[in-house]
């Protein structure tokens, strides 16, 4: 079987979510004998840490409709000639990635990591582009489906996990220094980006019923965003600042995770969460909305709860069953690390999208 060169697309500034997903894929394709070519902004993490995977192309791009980033995507194409046009980004990759696959005919798979929906006429105009669609979940395809692309267009590929990094003992005395939390506390993490979907408002309204059943908790937020200033006033206004700690981002979440006794996941709408595979493969158990893709990796009484979108009431109350119920969490956690460890490996991860890419190269020959 020959070698392929894929040319990755991925707009992200920064190494988590979608871009982290890029870089294993990469690290797989190339460990199995295949090449890489990476279009990146200028100046993002991942074409950092790509240069010894994939001849990397890092090129400004100002908005989602900059034109000079389309042309020099085309070059960039017809000067690398790869196999396959593999775009992992919206905000603007996602239509210049297609187009420039049509003008220099070249074989092309998009990835789509978010279930927000599209105008349908929109979405169905531009997965035209492409000769297959990849989702990280299935809440996501059911989301294109009901855009009106065509199911048998449509791979579900969930995201994966570097299991082994995830899965290690919590050392207590370094966590409790470093974020002044007394030993005999439990804490709650949220790990998420400071934007509207990812609800952190909800936690924020269910902390004050959780600190009189659980006084002794203390809440760390990790992440950043433009809505973290109105977070942290929020708490300010509510009087909860001293149980709550802002961490920011941080690059160690997998020494974090498994100190924390839940993580929150009030998200509003998620494609998959790979925040939540991480925290599963460390043990950790979850209370998070019942949207998007979440179910897929949350099972309600399994590895922990879900609850109706946007009910803080009932948030406070699966947060408080876990931190009062140790046997439960415990039970959880080990249910979840099986999970994970079973059904979103690296391997798996990148078996399926080398399934894909054949199966495009297969398809486009005949």
């Given amino acids: 079987m020959k070698s392929l060169k894929i040319l990755h697309i991925e707009t992200g500034r920064h190494l988590y979510g979608g871009a982290l997903q890029v870089l294993y894929l990469m690290r797989g394709l190339k460990e199995t004998g295949h090449s890489n070519v990476l279009v ?41 000639k790869p196999d396959m046009i593999h775009v992992h980004s919206r905000k603007g990759a996602d239509l210049w990635g297609g187009i420039s696959a049509k003008l220099t005919k070249t074989r092309s798979i998009i990835t789509r990591r978010v279930d927000n929906p599209e105008v349908p006429w929109i979405a169905r105009a531009k997965y035209r582009l492409y000769n297959r669609v990849i989702t990280i979940s299935e809440g996501i395809r059911q989301v294109l489906i009901r855009e009106g692309i065509p199911r048998e267009k449509i791979t579900c590929i969930p995201s994966a996990i570097d299991y ?3 899965s290690k003992q919590c050392d207590k005395s370094w966590f409790c220094r470093e974020f002044s939390i007394p030993p005999d506390h439990k804490a709650v993490g949220m790990v998420a980006q ?29 992440g950043k ?32 995770y498994p100190c924390l006794d839940v993580l929150a996941h009030p998200a509003t709408m998620e494609g998959l969460g790979v925040s939540l595979l991480e925290a599963v493969a460390a043990g950790v158990p979850i209370v998070a909305f019942r949207a998007g893709g979440i179910p897929e990796v949350v099972m309600n009484g399994i590895n922990g709860y879900l609850v109706p979108v946007g009910d803080s009431a009932m948030l406070a109350q699966a947060i408080i069953s876990l931190l009062k119920d140790q046997d439960k ?16 490996s690296l391997e798996q991860m990148i078996k399926r999208n080398m399934e894909a890419y054949w199966e495009v190269m297969s398809s486009c020959s005949q």
């Fill in 225 to 256: 965003g433009p809505l973290r200033s109105k977070i942290e006033q929020l708490c300010i206004d509510k009087g909860l600042s001293h149980n709550i700690h802002f961490a920011g981002f941080r690059t160690d979440l997998h020494r974090i």
């Fill in 40 to 80: 990146c902004v200028k100046g993002s993490e991942i074409g950092r840490q790509s240069k010894a995977l994939a001849a990397v192309y890092d090129i400004p791009m100002m908005g989602e409709l900059d034109i000079a980033f389309f042309l020099r995507l085309v070059r960039i194409v017809a000067r690398e």
């Fill in 164 to 166: 082994d990094k995830y």
């Fill in 329 to 344: 969490a415990h039970l959880f956690a080990r249910t979840g690390q099986e999970m994970v460890r079973s059904s979103f």
């Fill in 194 to 222: 400071f934007i509207p979907r990812k609800g952190h408002g909800y936690l924020i309204e269910a902390i004050p019923k959780i600190l009189e059943d659980c006084p002794n908790t203390r809440f760390l937020f990790f």
